[in-house]
Protein backbone atom coordinates (compact mmCIF):
# COMPACT_ATOMS: atom_id res chain seq x y z
CA UNK A 1 0.00 0.00 0.00
CA UNK A 2 0.98 3.50 -0.71
CA UNK A 3 2.04 5.36 2.30
CA UNK A 4 0.07 8.50 2.18
CA UNK A 5 -0.31 11.33 5.24
CA UNK A 6 -3.25 12.03 6.85
CA UNK A 7 -4.52 14.88 4.23
CA UNK A 8 -3.70 13.01 1.25
CA UNK A 9 -5.92 10.29 2.59
CA UNK A 10 -8.25 12.72 2.70
CA UNK A 11 -7.92 14.49 -0.36
CA UNK A 12 -7.97 11.28 -2.29
CA UNK A 13 -10.95 10.08 -0.55
CA UNK A 14 -12.95 13.29 -1.33
CA UNK A 15 -11.67 13.97 -4.35
CA UNK A 16 -13.03 12.94 -8.31
CA UNK A 17 -10.76 9.26 -7.84
CA UNK A 18 -11.71 7.90 -4.98
CA UNK A 19 -10.55 4.29 -6.13
CA UNK A 20 -7.27 3.66 -5.22
CA UNK A 21 -7.41 5.19 -1.93
CA UNK A 22 -10.94 3.10 -1.10
CA UNK A 23 -9.10 0.09 -2.37
CA UNK A 24 -5.82 0.29 -0.12
CA UNK A 25 -8.20 1.28 2.84
CA UNK A 26 -10.07 -1.70 2.45
CA UNK A 27 -7.31 -3.99 2.38
CA UNK A 28 -6.07 -2.51 5.57
CA UNK A 29 -9.01 -2.79 7.54
CA UNK A 30 -9.66 -6.17 6.23
CA UNK A 31 -5.72 -7.02 7.68
CA UNK A 32 -6.57 -4.99 11.07
CA UNK A 33 -9.91 -6.84 11.40
CA UNK A 34 -7.71 -10.30 11.33
CA UNK A 35 -4.83 -9.29 13.27
CA UNK A 36 -6.96 -7.64 16.08
CA UNK A 37 -9.70 -10.15 16.06
CA UNK A 38 -8.35 -12.95 15.32
CA UNK A 39 -8.68 -14.51 18.45
CA UNK A 40 -11.99 -13.32 19.03
CA UNK A 41 -14.52 -15.94 20.03
CA UNK A 42 -17.24 -16.27 17.55
CA UNK A 43 -13.96 -15.56 14.89
CA UNK A 44 -13.58 -12.74 12.53
CA UNK A 45 -12.49 -13.94 9.66
CA UNK A 46 -16.08 -15.36 7.56
CA UNK A 47 -17.04 -11.83 8.18
CA UNK A 48 -14.08 -9.66 8.02
CA UNK A 49 -14.97 -8.46 4.50
CA UNK A 50 -18.99 -7.71 5.55
CA UNK A 51 -17.22 -5.53 8.22
CA UNK A 52 -14.43 -3.79 6.42
CA UNK A 53 -17.28 -2.90 4.23
CA UNK A 54 -19.47 -1.52 6.37
CA UNK A 55 -16.77 0.59 8.06
CA UNK A 56 -15.90 1.61 4.84
CA UNK A 57 -19.21 3.70 4.62
CA UNK A 58 -18.80 4.71 7.88
CA UNK A 59 -15.82 6.27 7.09
CA UNK A 60 -16.15 7.96 4.19
CA UNK A 61 -19.36 9.06 5.37
CA UNK A 62 -17.69 10.89 8.32
CA UNK A 63 -14.59 12.29 7.35
CA UNK A 64 -15.40 15.48 8.40
CA UNK A 65 -15.27 14.36 11.90
CA UNK A 66 -11.94 13.02 11.86
CA UNK A 67 -9.78 15.56 13.95
CA UNK A 68 -6.42 14.51 12.88
CA UNK A 69 -5.45 13.65 16.22
CA UNK A 70 -4.17 10.06 15.31
CA UNK A 71 -2.81 8.87 11.65
CA UNK A 72 -5.83 8.83 9.55
CA UNK A 73 -5.77 4.67 9.41
CA UNK A 74 -5.74 4.60 13.18
CA UNK A 75 -8.69 6.60 12.90
CA UNK A 76 -10.35 4.41 10.72
CA UNK A 77 -9.06 1.02 12.05
CA UNK A 78 -10.86 2.62 15.12
CA UNK A 79 -13.97 2.48 13.75
CA UNK A 80 -13.85 -0.76 11.89
CA UNK A 81 -12.92 -2.34 15.36
CA UNK A 82 -16.63 -1.03 16.65
CA UNK A 83 -18.01 -2.13 13.90
CA UNK A 84 -16.87 -5.59 14.47
CA UNK A 85 -17.03 -5.69 18.04
CA UNK A 86 -20.47 -4.27 18.21
CA UNK A 87 -21.69 -7.28 15.79
CA UNK A 88 -20.13 -10.10 16.92
CA UNK A 89 -21.61 -9.12 20.71
CA UNK A 90 -25.15 -8.96 19.36
CA UNK A 91 -24.64 -12.31 17.84
CA UNK A 92 -22.81 -13.64 20.47
CA UNK A 93 -25.30 -12.70 22.96
CA UNK A 94 -29.02 -12.24 20.79
CA UNK A 95 -30.94 -15.20 22.68
CA UNK A 96 -30.35 -13.37 26.06
CA UNK A 97 -33.03 -11.48 27.45
CA UNK A 98 -32.20 -9.79 30.75
CA UNK A 99 -35.30 -11.28 32.24
CA UNK A 100 -33.50 -14.62 31.44
CA UNK A 101 -30.64 -13.06 32.71
CA UNK A 102 -32.17 -12.24 35.79
CA UNK A 103 -34.40 -15.03 36.20
CA UNK A 104 -31.20 -17.60 35.87
CA UNK A 105 -29.52 -15.49 38.72
CA UNK A 106 -32.80 -15.99 41.25
CA UNK A 107 -32.04 -19.52 40.79
CA UNK A 108 -28.87 -19.69 40.76
CA UNK A 109 -26.80 -20.71 44.34
CA UNK A 110 -23.91 -17.96 44.03
CA UNK A 111 -21.49 -19.33 46.80
CA UNK A 112 -22.94 -20.39 49.91
CA UNK A 113 -20.96 -19.44 53.10
CA UNK A 114 -17.66 -21.50 53.36
CA UNK A 115 -18.33 -24.30 55.90
CA UNK A 116 -14.73 -23.22 57.53
CA UNK A 117 -16.06 -19.70 58.40
CA UNK A 118 -16.46 -19.03 62.19
CA UNK A 119 -19.15 -18.02 63.24
CA UNK A 120 -18.07 -14.70 63.80
CA UNK A 121 -17.17 -14.07 60.36
CA UNK A 122 -20.20 -15.49 59.09
CA UNK A 123 -22.20 -13.58 60.81
CA UNK A 124 -19.83 -10.28 60.17
CA UNK A 125 -20.54 -11.43 56.40
CA UNK A 126 -23.74 -11.53 56.62
CA UNK A 127 -24.29 -8.18 58.09
CA UNK A 128 -22.38 -6.39 55.88
CA UNK A 129 -24.65 -8.67 52.69
CA UNK A 130 -27.73 -7.26 54.51
CA UNK A 131 -26.46 -4.01 54.68
CA UNK A 132 -24.90 -4.15 51.12
CA UNK A 133 -28.77 -5.04 49.52
CA UNK A 134 -30.55 -2.35 51.78
CA UNK A 135 -28.89 0.28 49.91
CA UNK A 136 -28.81 -1.65 46.54
CA UNK A 137 -33.03 -1.47 47.13
CA UNK A 138 -33.59 1.60 48.81
CA UNK A 139 -30.68 3.97 46.68
CA UNK A 140 -30.81 2.49 43.81
CA UNK A 141 -33.70 3.11 40.82
CA UNK A 142 -35.29 0.33 39.01
CA UNK A 143 -33.36 1.14 36.08
CA UNK A 144 -29.81 1.36 37.94
CA UNK A 145 -30.50 -1.80 39.41
CA UNK A 146 -31.30 -3.88 36.41
CA UNK A 147 -28.12 -2.11 34.81
CA UNK A 148 -25.80 -2.99 38.04
CA UNK A 149 -27.22 -6.91 38.08
CA UNK A 150 -26.58 -7.06 34.24
CA UNK A 151 -23.15 -5.50 33.25
CA UNK A 152 -21.33 -5.30 36.75
CA UNK A 153 -22.86 -8.55 38.27
CA UNK A 154 -23.96 -10.64 35.27
CA UNK A 155 -21.06 -8.89 32.79
CA UNK A 156 -22.91 -8.87 30.05
CA UNK A 157 -21.60 -6.32 27.71
CA UNK A 158 -22.84 -2.79 28.00
CA UNK A 159 -23.71 -2.22 24.57
CA UNK A 160 -25.90 -5.11 24.69
CA UNK A 161 -27.32 -4.34 28.19
CA UNK A 162 -28.62 -1.12 26.34
CA UNK A 163 -30.05 -2.25 23.53
CA UNK A 164 -32.23 -4.28 25.72
CA UNK A 165 -33.24 -1.18 28.01
CA UNK A 166 -33.87 0.82 24.95
CA UNK A 167 -30.98 3.32 25.59
CA UNK A 168 -27.53 3.68 23.84
CA UNK A 169 -23.89 2.95 25.74
CA UNK A 170 -23.03 5.80 26.50
CA UNK A 171 -26.11 6.70 28.41
CA UNK A 172 -26.27 3.54 30.31
CA UNK A 173 -22.45 4.11 31.38
CA UNK A 174 -23.52 7.35 32.62
CA UNK A 175 -26.41 5.82 34.45
CA UNK A 176 -24.27 3.19 35.85
CA UNK A 177 -21.71 6.09 37.10
CA UNK A 178 -24.11 7.54 38.78
CA UNK A 179 -25.31 4.15 40.62
CA UNK A 180 -21.62 3.12 41.09
CA UNK A 181 -21.39 6.79 43.10
CA UNK A 182 -24.37 6.28 45.48
CA UNK A 183 -23.24 2.94 46.37
CA UNK A 184 -20.12 4.78 47.53
CA UNK A 185 -21.48 7.39 49.20
CA UNK A 186 -23.63 4.93 50.67
CA UNK A 187 -21.32 2.48 51.73
CA UNK A 188 -19.46 5.36 53.38
CA UNK A 189 -22.43 6.41 55.48
CA UNK A 190 -23.34 3.07 56.63
CA UNK A 191 -19.22 2.94 57.76
CA UNK A 192 -18.78 0.11 54.79
CA UNK A 193 -15.29 0.36 53.61
CA UNK A 194 -14.56 -0.86 50.61
CA UNK A 195 -11.19 -2.12 52.08
CA UNK A 196 -12.85 -3.83 55.42
CA UNK A 197 -15.63 -5.77 53.49
CA UNK A 198 -13.03 -7.09 50.89
CA UNK A 199 -10.81 -8.41 54.46
CA UNK A 200 -14.43 -10.12 55.53
CA UNK A 201 -15.25 -11.84 52.13
CA UNK A 202 -11.59 -12.32 51.18
CA UNK A 203 -11.23 -14.56 54.57
CA UNK A 204 -13.90 -16.63 53.15
CA UNK B 1 -30.72 -9.65 44.67
CA UNK B 2 -27.14 -9.40 45.89
CA UNK B 3 -25.45 -12.61 46.55
CA UNK B 4 -22.78 -13.64 48.64
CA UNK B 5 -20.82 -14.47 45.81
CA UNK B 6 -21.03 -10.75 44.09
CA UNK B 7 -19.96 -8.63 46.75
CA UNK B 8 -16.16 -8.70 46.25
CA UNK B 9 -16.88 -8.17 42.63
CA UNK B 10 -19.15 -4.63 43.19
CA UNK B 11 -17.35 -3.62 46.16
CA UNK B 12 -14.20 -3.55 44.17
CA UNK B 13 -16.07 -1.53 41.11
CA UNK B 14 -17.44 0.99 43.67
CA UNK B 15 -14.14 1.25 45.17
CA UNK B 16 -12.70 2.28 41.89
CA UNK B 17 -15.49 5.14 41.39
CA UNK B 18 -14.39 8.68 40.89
CA UNK B 19 -16.62 11.84 40.93
CA UNK B 20 -15.15 12.94 37.47
CA UNK B 21 -15.49 9.46 34.89
CA UNK B 22 -15.75 10.37 31.00
CA UNK B 23 -18.14 8.15 29.09
CA UNK B 24 -18.39 6.00 26.57
CA UNK B 25 -18.38 8.47 23.79
CA UNK B 26 -15.76 10.79 24.87
CA UNK B 27 -13.70 7.68 25.36
CA UNK B 28 -14.35 6.32 21.66
CA UNK B 29 -13.14 10.18 20.71
CA UNK B 30 -9.84 9.55 22.25
CA UNK B 31 -9.08 5.58 21.80
CA UNK B 32 -7.08 6.16 18.51
CA UNK B 33 -4.65 9.14 19.97
CA UNK B 34 -4.62 6.62 22.83
CA UNK B 35 -3.55 3.70 21.17
CA UNK B 36 -0.90 5.48 19.36
CA UNK B 37 0.73 6.81 22.74
CA UNK B 38 0.68 3.32 23.73
CA UNK B 39 2.13 1.97 20.95
CA UNK B 40 5.01 4.64 20.63
CA UNK B 41 6.04 3.02 24.21
CA UNK B 42 4.71 6.24 26.09
CA UNK B 43 2.64 6.08 29.55
CA UNK B 44 -0.73 6.45 27.46
CA UNK B 45 -2.71 6.42 30.87
CA UNK B 46 -0.35 9.42 32.20
CA UNK B 47 -1.05 11.54 29.50
CA UNK B 48 -4.85 10.33 29.15
CA UNK B 49 -5.96 9.37 32.49
CA UNK B 50 -9.52 9.74 32.30
CA UNK B 51 -9.37 7.70 28.73
CA UNK B 52 -7.10 5.38 30.93
CA UNK B 53 -9.78 5.18 33.62
CA UNK B 54 -12.67 4.26 31.37
CA UNK B 55 -11.10 1.47 29.95
CA UNK B 56 -10.02 -0.22 33.44
CA UNK B 57 -14.00 0.49 33.91
CA UNK B 58 -15.60 -0.23 31.01
CA UNK B 59 -14.83 -3.98 29.32
CA UNK B 60 -16.47 -3.18 26.06
CA UNK B 61 -14.24 -0.18 25.03
CA UNK B 62 -11.38 -1.88 26.55
CA UNK B 63 -12.51 -4.76 24.00
CA UNK B 64 -12.23 -1.74 21.21
CA UNK B 65 -8.76 -0.62 22.85
CA UNK B 66 -7.04 -4.35 22.64
CA UNK B 67 -8.20 -4.93 19.30
CA UNK B 68 -7.19 -1.63 17.65
CA UNK B 69 -3.64 -1.98 19.50
CA UNK B 70 -3.41 -5.38 18.26
CA UNK B 71 -3.96 -4.24 14.65
CA UNK B 72 -1.75 -1.20 14.82
CA UNK B 73 1.36 -3.93 16.13
CA UNK B 74 0.38 -5.95 13.00
CA UNK B 75 -0.28 -4.20 10.08
Known amino acids: MRERTNEQWLAEL ?25 NYRGGVDANAEDFAQEALIKITGNLDSFRGESR ?7 IAMNVALTELKRRRWRDVSLQDL ?3 REG ?18 NTVLEELRRIIDEELTDRQREAVVAVILEEMPISEVARRMGTNQNALYKLLHD ?3 KLKRQMEASGLSAKEVLAVFDEG | MLKRGDVIKLVRVVAETHETEIGCDECFEQLDSFAETGISGAEASVAMPLVGDHLDK ?3 CHSKFEALQRALRGT
Open chain 1, 179 to 181: ARK
Open chain 1, 108 to 125: ADRGPADPHLTSEQLALQ
Open chain 1, 72 to 78: FTTWAQK
Open chain 1, 102 to 104: FAR
Open chain 1, 14 to 38: RGPNPDEALADLYDLLIRGLRVGLG
Open chain 2, 58 to 60: CAD
